[in-house]
């Protein structure tokens, strides 16, 4: 009887009266948060899939006809989009819903200063409009829902060593090696490396976009940085090179991995080997 009755009221449309009967008999659906996974983590991003139930309480069958979300990452908008329908829920049924957010690091406001903090979770807050397909028209289900996602630990660099390659009358070339360790399970993409070469405190080399190879998780690979000491403009640091002295190595820039730059400021003695 309720379904005729519904029935009735939608196709007699023109009826005010019979419309808002028709809406009455409709309850609305429900939406419930199941579950977020992290399924894909790297240095550009995250991958979160977000799962909730879709319950439909009505004795008739409804489609799924959109779903509109929005993402915020420590407080900031960071993502938004929308999906198509097509699922159906039966009567008296429940379906789950599930789409993938991709979260981009460099989007995030401050993700440096959170990558160098020790901390291992960014805060994020999803929001949600479900688009319900039902005989009286598309009912929109509201939902938010707010938790933390991990993020990746931030790589490490440090000095590995000074090695002469020749002495001439008028310049010393060297490279300087820089290790740089990826304590995460997935690789390190392609970087580049701007930095300012001090040595004995003489600045003695600058550069722009060295490159970085890609580093595998878990393991370590060396930069190397070609250096050319001038003889006449750097005496004495020229004189510790050749006799392969311990030299005072400081190396300051930037390491850029993904968009995201990692400030650097390396310092230590190195015996210059060759």
């Given at each position: 009887m309720r379904r005729l009755a519904l029935a009735l009221a939608v196709s007699l449309a023109g009826c005010a009266g019979l419309q808002e009967f028709a809406a009455s008999a409709v309850q609305k659906p429900k939406l419930t948060?199941?579950?977020?996974?992290?399924?894909?983590?790297?240095?550009?991003?995250?991958?979160?899939?977000?799962?909730?139930?879709?319950?439909n309480p009505n004795a008739f069958g409804v489609d799924l006809a959109k779903v509109a979300w929005t993402f915020d990452a420590e407080g900031q908008?960071?993502?938004?989009?929308?999906?198509?329908?097509?699922?159906?829920?039966?009567?008296?049924?429940?379906?789950?819903?599930?789409?993938?957010?991709?979260?981009r690091y460099q989007d995030v406001p401050?993700?440096?200063?959170?990558?160098?903090?020790?901390?291992?979770?960014?805060?994020y807050a999803v929001g949600a409009t479900v688009g319900v397909r039902t005989p009286v028209g598309v009912l929109e289900v509201p939902v938010t829902h707010a938790d933390?996602?991990?993020l990746p630990a931030m790589p490490r660099f440090a000095l590995d060593g000074l090695a002469v390659r020749s002495i001439g009358f008028d310049a010393i070339?060297?490279?300087?090696?820089?290790?740089?360790?990826?304590?995460?399970?997935?690789?390190?993409?392609?970087?580049k490396l701007d930095y300012a070469l001090s040595l004995s405190g003489a600045d003695v080399a600058r550069a722009?976009?060295?490159?970085?190879?890609?580093?595998?998780?878990?393991s370590s690979a060396v930069v190397v940085i070609p250096v050319r000491?001038?003889?006449?403009?750097?005496?004495?640091?020229?004189?510790?090179?050749?006799?392969?002295?311990?030299?005072?190595?400081?190396?300051?820039?930037?390491a850029s991995?993904?968009?995201?730059?990692?400030?650097?400021?390396l310092k230590g003695s190195l015996p210059a080997r060759r």
């Open positions: 948060f199941r579950s977020a996974s992290v399924t894909a983590l790297d240095l550009e991003g995250a991958t979160v899939s977000l799962t909730w139930d879709l319950e908008r960071v993502a938004a989009g929308d999906l198509p329908g097509g699922l159906q829920i039966r009567a008296n049924g429940t379906s789950p819903v599930t789409f993938p957010v991709r979260v401050g993700i440096v200063n959170l990558l160098g903090s020790g901390k291992d979770e960014l805060r933390k996602v991990r070339v060297l490279d300087v090696r820089v290790r740089v360790r990826n304590p995460n399970v997935f690789a390190l993409p392609t970087g722009e976009s060295i490159a970085v190879e890609p580093v595998a998780g878990g000491v001038d003889v006449g403009a750097a005496g004495r640091v020229a004189t510790e090179l050749a006799r392969g002295a311990e030299v005072h190595v400081g190396l300051k820039g930037n991995l993904a968009g995201i730059p990692f400030p650097l400021d």
